[in-house]
């Protein structure tokens, strides 16, 4: 018997969430075994308080599926963690709500990991919601990287540093070594979360994973990136609710990365420089208000910066 478990941390998003059940569903039909092999698949939904009906879509249209209904939203990374303490799956997949698995996706995946036991974790090809590939393998981030990525500074960067960090020299169709993999699909043996644990809680949000196959790699497991493998990710629908939280948990995830594995001047450096950044930004923007340009955007703008600066980006570990 081959056993998947999928664990699915949702929050207000039930539309989605349901496109992203049904796809599963579908896949399920769809998964090559010998003969001789049976296969089981496991649905944990993790629902972190929603008030869109996100819990009653799964009791009423999925009743296979596990529910773990919260009384708040307890964030991504202790979600997952919940869901993989339930799971019962010889393989795990961290899967976002706001994907849609295509219908050969798991097959592929869980076929590719029965030939290389010594792959921990699998990333697949990853599409936006237009059909266009979406990057999401990457190498482990230099210093370089962390006060170019996802900041207004982004544009001006050396296109060495995006290329060696997204693998830009790699066909997106190839099947590949990377360092790691974003989460919004990562499937993992049971054998690596029974030898290093859960994801790191200390990350509420955006750079578990990265944590995640960074730990997994240093206990002697490979991971890998599965171009022929695809889902559909609509992206951060969760997270675009929220958006001065997401630039926190964004930017402090990263620093709290940096501290843990590059040490306390690296930390300090970056921290530095993410801060002028934002302050740079919360300048122009009162600059373009007062000059009446766009008043209700730049006043938008100004209260996500200022939650920013007044948090300071303090990274504990």
């Known amino acids: 018997m081959i056993e998947l478990s999928v664990i699915i941390v949702s929050w207000n998003v039930r539309e989605l969430l349901d496109k992203c059940l049904a796809s599963l569903n579908l896949a399920e039909r769809r998964i090559p075994l010998s003969d001789k092999d049976e296969f089981s698949l496991e649905v944990i ?26 009384g708040e939203n ?24 706001d994907t849609e698995v295509c219908a050969d996706a798991l097959g592929k995946m869980i076929a590719f990991m029965i030939r290389r036991p010594e792959i ?24 370089a990287t962390g006060i170019f990525e996802s900041t207004w500074l982004s544009a001006w960067a050396p296109a060495s540093v995006e290329r060696q ?14 360092d790691w993999a974003q989460g919004s699909a990562l499937m993992l043996r049971r054998a690596v979360y ?7 809680e200390g990350y509420v949000m955006y750079s578990e994973e990265l944590d995640y196959c960074r730990r997994a790699k240093s206990a002697g497991w490979r991971v890998y990136y599965h171009g022929g493998a695809r889902i559909t990710h609509h992206g951060g629908k969760s997270s675009e609710q ?3 939280r997401k630039q926190l948990h964004f930017h402090t995830s990263k620093l709290r990365y940096f501290r843990k594995y590059h040490g306390e001047g690296h930390y300090l450096i970056l921290r530095g420089a993410l801060l002028l950044q934002f302050a740079w930004q919360f300048c122009l923007e009162a600059v373009k208000g007062a ?5 209700r955007l730049r006043a938008q703008r100004l209260r996500v910066y200022w939650q920013v600066l007044r948090s300071g980006l303090k990274a504990r570990l």
């Not at 879509?57 to 009743?63: A, G």
């Not at 029974?194 to 790191?200: A, F, K, N, R, T």
Request: glycine share 10%; net charge negative.
């Open 74 to 97: 307890i964030g991504f990374t202790r979600g997952n963690n919940l869901g993989l303490q339930r799971a019962r799956g010889d393989y795990l997949l961290l899967l976002n709500p």
């Open 291 to 295: 000059l009446g340009h766009k008043r």
């Open 45 to 70: 939904v993790v629902d972190s308080a929603s008030d869109d009906g996100s819990a009653e879509l799964v009791r009423d249209k999925y009743p296979a599926a596990t529910l773990l209904a919260q």
């Open 194 to 200: 029974e030898s290093i644990g859960g994801l790191d």
């Open 165 to 178: 960090y997204r693998l830009l020299d790699e066909r997106d169709d190839d099947v590949l070594e990377v």
């Open 120 to 143: 921990g974790i699998l990333g697949p090809h990853t599409l936006n919601s237009d059909g266009s590939h979406q990057s999401t393998r990457r190498r482990f981030p230099t210093l």
């Open 242 to 244: 929220a958006a001065a």
